[in-house]
């Protein structure tokens, strides 16, 4: 019998015939219970994934366009090299601007180590340029070049020494957060494949009258199928709704990004986790069909 | 129908039954008897491929038994009626549901078929107790619901494995009645059974053939039986 004729009987069910396995036993309660926390925890997976990869992408974007030349010169020569220094930007291709921070501007970023009342005139603190990249970017070696040819006192900081790590493990948290995913696909295929073993194995005397009386063993096979992906989905679906509904309680987003206060869906991110269910019911249905059609193959 | 030609069947080295020869003609009436433990069970088991025979040929339905996949084996049974001596139902299921069950695995529309159902629930005496689950039946009540799950189908073929074994005398003597009625309709029948007495009392009312299973081996009953 066909995949497709098992798909068909799953969806339009078919009362007389789901009638012949047995409701009750202990591997109906374990489907349930395994598929409603697996769906549990998969969704906090799928919240760790797109919030990890919502935080690369914030952190890439955010500091891709965007670099510093902090110079440093004595006060006198401190004017003239900060002119040098936004000639040599202007006519560096790939620039889009270029401008050099005010002491107040200065002064507030110093503020959360030295105190709102900074001298920031009396003290050397070097002079910070920010650019603005256009999106083709600029070539940070030839611009370092051209600085220290025309202006010794300037050092170029693109951001990429800290901003890889930085966009690395929130690439890597993504990575886990879908192998994760798997992994939970993964134990949830082979819960429901032994519960579906340890069901035929308690039902050998049902398959034996079936057979009998002229069952085929697709018939039988599709009757465990249908009662276990029917029972994965609705486990899967009452976890997901328990999952998402707890990660719509986690504190929201605070302004600054902060990782862990933004955990949960954002927008259309919270339909992932209507995948969760229907990706439990498909593997509920696969794994119970092989575990089914291996186990009837077993018995003559 | 069924055709064994030199078959033979055993777990080991040492066959449980050889150099079985029988012929089941259509509409025929066949008792085989022999002592407990002689094969009886095994050689029906043979007749609808539930044993595939270690040597010889086996044709059911003029397929070869050996050959005959999974699939095949479940369309031949619907052909089949076999009743055992321990029926065996789905106790979660009514009497009705159990009798009703191969037009179910058959795809066939149970509910379609309700008035047939109910004459032959009727006709095997259990239409008080068709709501009834199968463990509340006593042991004929069992035989006779296992004999109407049998022919629901209407097959060619009915195999009773000692239909007669749990039950009174009376009890035998209606089992008996309603399985040489269904031979006049036209169904091939075998019952294996030791009861000598219940083959006497069918030789009065029809035209049976009686073999004997001893040793192995399968031969004609003596005719004063």
């Known amino acids: 019998m066909s995949v497709a ?81 936004l000639t040599v930007l202007e006519q560096t ?16 970023l110093l503020e959360p180590w030295f105190g709102p009342d900074l001298p920031i005139g009396d003290l050397p603190v070097p002079r910070l340029i920010e650019i603005i990249e256009t999106p083709e970017g600029y070539d940070a070696d030839g611009l370092r070049q051209r600085l220290a040819a025309e202006a010794p006192g300037a050092v170029l900081d693109d951001h990429t020494r800290w901003r890889r790590p930085l966009v690395d493990a929130a690439d890597r948290l993504r990575l886990l957060g879908w192998l994760s995913l798997v992994l ?10 032994l519960a579906a073993q340890a069901a ?71 339909l992932w986790p209507l995948a969760i269910p229907v990706l439990a019911a498909v593997t509920a249905f696969w794994s119970t069909r092989i575990a089914a059609f291996r186990t009837l193959k077993g018995l003559r | 129908m069924i055709d ?38 095994t050689l029906l088991k043979l007749c609808y491929a539930e044993l595939v025979p270690t040597a010889g040929r086996i044709s059911i339905f003029g397929e070869d038994a050996a050959t005959l996949q999974r699939d095949a084996i479940a369309l031949t049974r619907q052909r089949i009626g076999v009743v055992h001596q321990d029926c065996e139902f789905l106790d979660h299921l009514s009497v009705r549901e159990n009798i009703a069950l191969p037009l179910t695995v058959a795809g066939r529309d149970a509910a379609a078929q309700e008035a047939n159902l109910n004459e032959l629930i009727a006709w095997v005496g259990l239409a008080a107790r068709a709501d009834a689950r199968p463990p509340e039946l006593s042991g004929g009540e069992r035989q006779r619901a296992a004999l109407a799950r049998a022919i629901i189908m209407d097959p ?4 009773a ?7 009174d005398w009376d009890m035998s003597l209606r089992l008996l009645q309603l399985l040489t ?33 001893s040793g192995g081996r399968l031969s004609a009953a003596a005719a004063d039986l």
């Open chain 1, 93 to 108: 291709p790939g620039v889009d601007s270029a401008r050099a921070l005010g002491d107040e501007e200065q002064r507030a």
């Open chain 1, 5 to 85: 004729a098992d798909i068909l009987g799953l969806l339009k069910g078919e009362a007389q015939a789901d009638r012949v396995v047995p409701r009750s036993g202990q591997a109906a309660k374990l489907t349930l219970a395994v598929s409603g926390a697996m769906a549990f925890l998969a969704v906090f997976a799928l919240a760790l994934s797109l919030a990890a990869g919502r935080l690369a992408d914030r952190w890439s974007d955010a500091l891709a366009q965007s670099s510093t030349i902090r110079l440093s010169a004595p006060a006198a020569e401190m004017e003239a090299q900060t002119w040098t220094v």
């Open chain 2, 161 to 167: 494995d000692e239909p007669t074994g749990n039950v």
């Open chain 1, 200 to 270: 035929l194995a308690s039902n050998e005397q049902v398959i034996r009258v079936l057979r009998l009386v002229g069952a085929r063993d697709s018939y039988i096979a599709r009757a465990f199928v249908r009662r276990f992906t029917r029972r994965a989905l609705t486990g899967a679906a009452v976890g997901a709704l328990l999952g998402t509904v707890a990660v719509a309680l986690l504190p929201s987003a605070a302004e600054e990004g902060a990782f862990l206060t933004g955990l949960g869906f954002r927008g259309a991110g919270w």
């Open chain 2, 181 to 213: 009625e269904l031979n006049r309709m036209g169904k091939t029948v075998l019952i294996a059974t030791h009861d000598l007495a219940l083959i006497r009392a069918a030789k009065a009312q029809v035209q049976a053939r009686v073999l004997r299973l």
């Open chain 1, 184 to 193: 939970i696909l993964g134990s949830t295929a082979a819960m429901i494949t």
């Open chain 2, 156 to 159: 060619d073929l009915i195999l």
């Open chain 2, 4 to 41: 064994m030609q030199d078959a033979a069947y055993g777990y080991g080295a040492e066959p449980i039954l050889s150099g079985l020869n029988l012929r089941l003609a259509p509409g025929s009436f066949h008792f085989l008897t022999g002592p407990s433990g002689a094969g009886k069970t």
